[in-house]
């Protein structure tokens, strides 16, 4: 029944039933008596902002009547993901870098154990050993420093970002940006050159599109 699926969903989200009734526009009570199956939206402008919200189709709020419930789940012994939502900054180059495009009113939203602070898209070819593709949502957790090998998301020339493995070399003064792709050389950066180098934060993880 519906009153189930919107109670599983609501659930899966963490989310209280006033929460819930403040993102979609109307009452708790409201919300309530859907749960209860007492009452059913009262139109598809509804099913569709509840179906939007937790990326499912209208089809699966309608006719979905048999689904599954939590205990049908862990019965089964099938896996449930936990959402999280991560703030978007933009496009970021698997390439050459490409000016920073901070878009911070998109949010993506994925599994609630990922430890990270925001996402970018990937965009380009060169992390394609890392297994990130063009399009991939890469997920990063803030930080000033990465361990040598470990793939970041670095700020160059104050103003360009990019995604490569970065090792630095104290004893030379020279960080190295690598791609994952024979074809990119190297970005090398010395001295003075250093302190247009700026970590934003280490790659944690990614989401790739089944292609």
């Excluded at 050459?96 to 994925?110: A, G, K, L, S």
């Excluded at 990130?132 to 103003?159: C, H, K, P, T, Y």
């Excluded at 791609?179 to 934003?200: C, D, S, T």
């Amino acid at each position: 029944m519906f009153g189930e699926i919107l109670k599983d969903l609501r659930k899966r989200e963490g989310l209280s039933q006033a929460e819930l009734a403040d993102i979609l526009g109307i009452s708790k009570s409201a919300v309530g008596m859907y749960e209860q199956n007492k009452r059913s939206p009262h139109s598809d402008d509804l099913l569709k902002r509840i179906a939007g919200y937790f990326g499912v189709t209208i089809d699966y709020l309608k006719d979905f009547s048999g689904g599954f419930s939590s205990a049908d789940f862990d019965r089964l012994g099938i896996g449930r993901i936990s959402r999280k939502r991560f703030r978007m900054l933009g496009k970021i180059a698997c390439g050459e870098p490409i000016m920073c495009d901070e878009d911070y009113e998109t949010t993506v939203q994925t599994e609630g154990d990922i430890q990270a602070d925001f996402c970018v898209t990937a965009q380009g070819d060169s992390m394609i050993n890392a297994r990130i593709l063009d399009g991939d949502i890469v997920f990063v957790r803030e930080q000033s420093m990465v361990e040598n090998g470990e793939i970041a998301v670095i700020i160059v020339n104050d103003d360009e970002v990019t995604l490569k493995r970065f090792y630095y070399y104290p004893e030379n003064e020279r960080v190295i940006l690598q791609a994952e792709n024979p074809k990119y050389q190297p970005m090398v950066f010395e001295g003075e050159q250093l302190g247009h180098i700026r970590i934003l934060g280490k790659a944690v993880a990614f989401n790739s599109k089944i292609r």
